[in-house]
Structure formats: C-alpha cells, structure tokens
T-cell receptor
Framework: GENVEQHPSTLSVQEGDSAVIKCTYSDSASNYFPWYKQELGKRPQLIIDIRSNVGEKKDQRIAVTLNKTAKHFSLHITETQPEDSAVYFCAASGGDYKLSFGAGTTVTVRA | NAGVTQTPKFRILKIGQSMTLQCTQDMNHNYMYWYRQDPGMGLKLIYYSVGAGITDKGEVPNGYNVSRSTTEDFPLRLELAAPSQTSVYFC????????????FGPGTRLLVL
C-alpha cells in the first residue's frame, strides 16, 4: 500500500517567517494530495489540496507544490502568524478513495 | 447541516468490555471512514465504506467491526476492549472518488483501563 513520509516532525519559526513541510509518497498511482491542519483537541480540517495534473496551487498565504517525478510534495506557509501554530498532516490517495497520512508536523510560531 | 457528528465525546472502558462508537453524516456522502489517532501520530484507517451495505478493512482493522445499513450512519464496534485500543477515533466522509475531500467528525476519545 501507499507509504507517506513527512518531515520535519517539529518546526519552530519566528512570526512573519515562512514554514515549509515536505512529504514523500511511494505509490506512483497516487493522484490526490491533501493537507490537513489539526489544532489541539480538534478535528483535522482540510486547508489545501492538489491533484496530480497540477504542479502548484496557492490560497492566500498557503501554497502546495507537487513533483510527480520525484514523488514528493510540499506545503509552504508564508508570513506565519500565531494562529498557524498547529499540527499539519499531509496525505496521499491513489484514486481508491483511501487516504494514507504522514505522521504530522508540529508547527510553533514564536511571537 | 451538522456535517459529521460522533458520539460519545469521551469514554472510559474496562478491559474486556464492548462498546459502539456512533458516526452520522447529513451531507449525503457515499464514502465513510473510521480512523484512529494515537498520541503524536498520524491517522490510521481502520475500516471504510463506499455505500450502504458495503464495508472493507483498512490498515488496522483487528479488534473492530463496522456495519453500514444506511447512507447516514457508520458505527464502529469494539469487542473485548484492550489497552492498545486507547486512542482518539475519528469518523470521516466524502462524496465520491471524484470528490475525494474528506470531512472529519469531532472525534471520540477512548481510554481502556
């Protein structure tokens, strides 16, 4: 099955700086890559996703890039704010409607 | 439109007891999923369903059972609870494989002692 690896496991950034989280996947048939944000004690919530026919997608301060050849994708958060502090999960799906999740990255934005 | 709802929010079980975690969605989604999330870890798929009457195992199905008699409900049954089943359980749903965005419920925190 699909194996998703996520790095780093923790990330501390100064407010206003950028944060980058990287994920790799193993199944070349995967074609859907969502990113979820989970605040402490809350449910995971989708923040952005990308399909395999697109190389980059942006939504305000958040962007995701996908390199199908290398089988990796990344989340970029610019101008970080305290409310960006959370755990972020990447995931991959091979079109069989099942998601395989990375282990998560705990992002801390320092004021 | 409540989305995905789960009950209970929190439960303490003794070893060997059984319980059912309830999940309901009102978005007319065909696909439903159960995940468990252990502390500091990602989500592991337990079982999933692509429609009423159809269920299949995920990555970590041992010790659990599911049923899907209606589109809206997807209960997860724990038989003979074990300490290893202490976790947070999330139910999720999505419309179809063409619309794969999964929406999560608020979770059920389970402690097995």
């Amino acid at each position: 099955g699909e194996n998703v690896e996520q790095h780093p496991s923790t990330l501390s950034v100064q407010e206003g700086d950028s944060a980058v989280i990287k994920c790799t996947y193993s199944d070349s048939a995967s074609n859907y890559f969502p990113w979820y944000k989970q605040e402490l004690g809350k449910r995971p919530q989708l923040i952005i996703d990308i399909r395999s026919n697109v190389g980059e997608k942006k939504d305000q301060r958040i962007a995701v890039t996908l390199n199908k050849t290398a089988k990796h994708f990344s989340l970029h958060i610019t101008e970080t704010q305290p409310e960006d502090s959370a755990v972020y999960f990447c995931a991959a799906s091979g079109g069989d409607y099942k998601l395989s999740f990375g282990a998560g990255t705990t992002v801390t934005v320092r004021a | 439109n409540a989305g995905v709802t789960q009950t209970p929010k929190f439960r303490i079980l003794k070893i060997g007891q059984s319980m059912t975690l309830q999940c309901t969605q009102d978005m007319n989604h065909n696909y439903m999923y159960w995940y468990r999330q252990d502390p500091g870890m990602g989500l592991k798929l337990i079982y999933y369903s692509v429609g009423a009457g159809i269920t299949d195992k995920g990555e970590v199905p041992n010790g659990y059972n599911v049923s899907r008699s209606t589109t809206e409900d997807f209960p997860l049954r724990l038989e003979l609870a074990a300490p290893s089943q202490t976790s947070v359980y999330f139910c999720a749903s999505s419309y179809s494989s063409g619309s794969p965005t999964q929406y999560f419920g608020p979770g059920t925190r389970l402690l097995v002692l």
